[in-house]
């Protein structure tokens, strides 16, 4: 920046400049992929931001005692200077660190670890420079390897007669109906339906909500207290009979929670469940025009699904080739990170006997190592995929954020509203959206750029789980 002096030199000769001092930013140490950046902003920059600041401020400034735009600049810096220097230090402290890297000429593969080393209440006051250092990793320096020379196999499969017939027995087998039971003396049993008049009976009282009129319960369902449905096994319509049972110690209603009580029950009628017949009527009972409409329906959702699958495979291939190809030094920190997540999850599992059974046999330092070649598989990836989008300049839309956050609400029935906001709110929560997003479009690139060859395979083989390697 250059500012006129306000004197002149002898001879009447031409005004001279005082620079001001710029930003200085220095290298304090460069190891591997790690950086020190020294970063330092001059008091006497950042008053001459305050004087024009002030300069611009003062006209708008109204002062009891003064009249609008008459306050002197003295007096509004004594008055304002301190908030205006925060809010100059803040946008230098925002702005410097982007020309401080792009100075540097380095490319952070994650955000910098700000520190600042100048008493703030100094620089505030604007009798100290700001001064802060950043530590960073820096990209790696490799070339991606050529997309187009990428050879890539794409499963295929396409949904047929017997997966469709499958399909609508499993979905007949959802949609379950019950018929009178039939036959000599009969007995409700596992899985049948009754139809029953229940009173419940606290200490010989009846009790709130413990009554109901031609209630329909499937045994085995599970939908009464511990003990009630397995009492009416045996049970013959027309019979009245009286079931002792004890409501769980966490029941809801504090006043039966691991209370003792008797339902006296009638049965009234008994059902089996029968056989859905997959004909038009079916169709229509579950909201379809026609049986071909229903079987259009599952034919489109099956193949959707096996596209699904296919896509994943391929993915896998690419991922496998691209770890393949490249070998390079990997930032530090992010493999910590990145195990770090991964190790958590494990000890989660395995506090809750989730873990694999041939994890479950394995040592805690074979563990480690295993998983932690996964952290460095994931984060070379990401540096590889990142490239690639960089190099072919992938962009995420505001719109596909936008959708993607609006997908994420409709997980939550609800509470969508809460999740918008909550997205809104937190633009870290929001940019982390951006990833999964931006790896598909640059696998979308790959897939549109490379070789991909459709290689038809079996349904079992689609469906298989991949071990991630």
């Known amino acids: 920046m250059l500012y006129p002096t306000v004197q002149r030199l ?19 140490s460069n190891e591997g992929l790690s950086r020190v950046i020294a970063v330092t902003i001059p008091a006497a920059e950042l008053n001459a931001r305050l004087d024009a600041k002030l300069k611009e401020v003062a006209p ?5 005692g003064f009249r609008p735009g008459k306050v002197p600049a003295s007096h509004v810096k004594k008055t304002f200077g301190r908030d205006l220097m925060g809010e100059i230090v803040n946008d230098a402290l925002n702005t410097s660190s982007q020309k401080a890297l792009d100075d540097a000429k380095v490319r952070p593969a994650a955000p910098a670890e700000m520190k600042l080393t100048s008493d703030m209440d100094k620089v505030i006051a604007g009798t100290e420079d700001l001064a802060y250092e950043m530590a960073l990793e820096v990209m790696p320096d490799f070339t991606p390897t050529d997309i ?9 499969y396409e949904a047929s007669d017997a997966d469709l017939d499958e399909a609508l027995t499993e979905l007949a087998g959802q949609a379950k109906s019950y018929e009178d039971k039939k036959g000599k003396a009969v007995k409700a049993a596992e899985g049948d339906e009754v139809t029953i008049d229940f009173l419940g009976k606290l200490d010989g009282e009846p009790f709130e909500g413990g009554a109901a009129e031609d209630a329909q319960l499937v045994i085995g369902s599970n939908r009464f207290i511990p003990g009630f449905e397995e009492q009416l096994k045996g049970a013959k319509v027309g019979d009245e009979t009286v079931l002792n049972v004890t409501f769980p110690a966490d029941y809801q209603a504090a006043h039966l929670a691991g209370k003792a009580v008797t339902f006296d029950v009638k049965v009234k009628a008994i059902k089996a469940e029968a056989p859905a017949k997959i004909d038009e009527d079916f169709a229509k009972r579950i909201g379809i025009e026609s049986l071909d409409k229903l079987k259009e329906l599952l034919r489109n959702n099956l193949n959707q699904q096996y596209v699904g699958a296919a896509r994943f495979k391929l993915k896998r291939a690419l991922l496998d080739a691209l770890d393949k190809a490249h070998d390079f030094p990997l930032p530090p920190k992010m493999v910590e990170a990145e195990f770090d997540g991964i190790w958590q999850q494990v000890q989660a599992d395995k506090e809750a006997s989730r873990l694999p059974p041939e994890d479950a046999k394995k040592s805690e330092k074979k563990l480690k190592d295993e998983y932690r070649k996964i952290a460095e598989r994931r984060v070379r990836l990401g540096l590889v995929l990142a490239e690639i989008g960089r190099a072919n300049n992938v962009q995420i839309t505001d719109q596909e954020l936008n959708n993607a956050i609006m997908n994420e ?11 918008l906001d909550f997205y809104r709110q937190n633009p870290n929560a929001a940019a982390q959206m951006r990833a999964p997003i931006y790896e598909e479009k640059v696998c979308d690139l790959i897939f549109d750029t490379a070789k991909v060859v459709d290689t038809p395979i079996s349904k079992e083989e689609l469906l298989k789980e991949d071990e991630e390697g």
């Open 409 to 419: 609400a409709r997980n939550y029935p609800g509470q969508e509203r809460q999740v």
């Open 60 to 64: 708008q400034v109204k002062l009891k």
């Open 148 to 156: 187009k020379k990428l050879k890539l196999e794409r499963p295929t």
């Open 10 to 28: 002898p001879q009447r000769a031409p005004p001279q400049s005082v620079r001001i001092p710029t930003m200085q930013v220095v290298e304090k």
